[in-house]
């Protein structure tokens, strides 16, 4: 129980500090890379190495990849949502999540990380 | 086109909630990373380490600040609101190609070195995502520069 409160205590701060980094940066483009920084890995990671041990972060960044890849692919989904299709912000960000599951897992069956 | 600026004041236009609100879905993101870790092992684990949770909040606090700036001015705002989270989205896109720099650097690194790996990992994301946001900036001053030349000329 202890190891998750710690947890949501240190994913909130890393995760708050990236955000209001990029609050106060300007132009939005640039201040949207902040958006994708790797806070919840950094969070994460840490744990993971004091409790399962290198060779354990080790495979979940691999792994990450993937994710990373799915992240590209969902922030290119949100922008043409938006300015083609004309969807609300909510409804875009929400609706492109499909498009992150699906190529995520996709990319981590073809690499053979589901088996 | 705008230099790169930094803008402590910005921060006013942020309300308590919605720092609360960021808070408590980073701690979220991380328990939820935790708990699939435990229960489906470090691959789908790690998988959710790049799920974009925190970029559906900000997006929308985004859009918020933006409508309710237009309003004050008197305008509807909405438009306005969804191009700021459009252009936000087109950062993440590049932040994504770091957030991949850090994965693939942090996993070459982490069992001969952990602390090295956390440093170059992010120094990895910071390089990559900079640098494609420069590359990106510049590409798209040349086509407009070349938009221009060719309305000029024709």
């Not at chain 1, 609300?88 to 897992?105: D, N, Q």
């Not at chain 2, 600026?5 to 609100?21: D, M, T």
């Not at chain 2, 170059?120 to 221009?148: E, F, N, Q, Y």
Request: hydrophobic letters at 55%; proline letters at 2%.
């Amino acid at each position: 129980m202890m190891e998750y409160v710690i947890r949501f205590l240190l994913g909130g701060v890393v995760v708050s500090a990236f955000s209001m980094l990029g609050d106060m940066l300007r132009p939005k483009s640039f201040a949207g890379l902040f958006g994708a920084a790797p806070s919840v890995a950094l969070a994460t990671l840490g744990i993971a190495v004091y409790t399962h041990g290198a060779g354990y972060a080790a495979r979940q960044t691999w792994a990450m990849t993937a994710g990373a890849i799915a992240l590209a692919v969902y922030g290119g989904a949100v922008c043409h949502l938006l300015m083609r299709a004309r969807f609300r912000v909510a409804s875009a960000t929400l609706v492109a999540v499909v498009f992150w599951l699906v190529v995520a897992f996709g990319l981590l069956s073809v690499a053979g990380g589901l088996t | 086109m705008s230099p790169i600026s930094f803008s402590p004041s910005s921060l006013k236009e942020g309300r308590l909630y919605e720092y609360l609100i960021r808070f408590a879905l980073g701690g979220a993101a991380t328990v939820f990373t935790g708990l699939i870790s435990s229960r489906c092992g470090a691959s789908i684990g790690g998988l959710f380490l790049a799920l974009p949770a925190i970029f559906c909040a900000s997006a929308t606090l985004i859009e918020k600040h933006e409508i309710r700036r237009k309003r004050e001015a008197g305008l509807d705002g909405r438009r306005r609101g969804e191009e700021a989270a459009a252009l936000e989205s087109a950062g993440a896109v590049l932040g994504a190609f770091g957030m991949l720099a850090f994965a693939v650097t942090f996993s070459l690194t982490v069992e001969n070195s952990v602390p090295a790996a956390f440093i170059a990992g992010s120094l990895a994301w910071a390089v990559v995502s900079i640098a494609g946001w420069c590359v990106r900036r510049k590409m798209r001053t040349m086509g407009r520069l070349r938009g221009s030349r060719r309305l000029t000329s024709g």
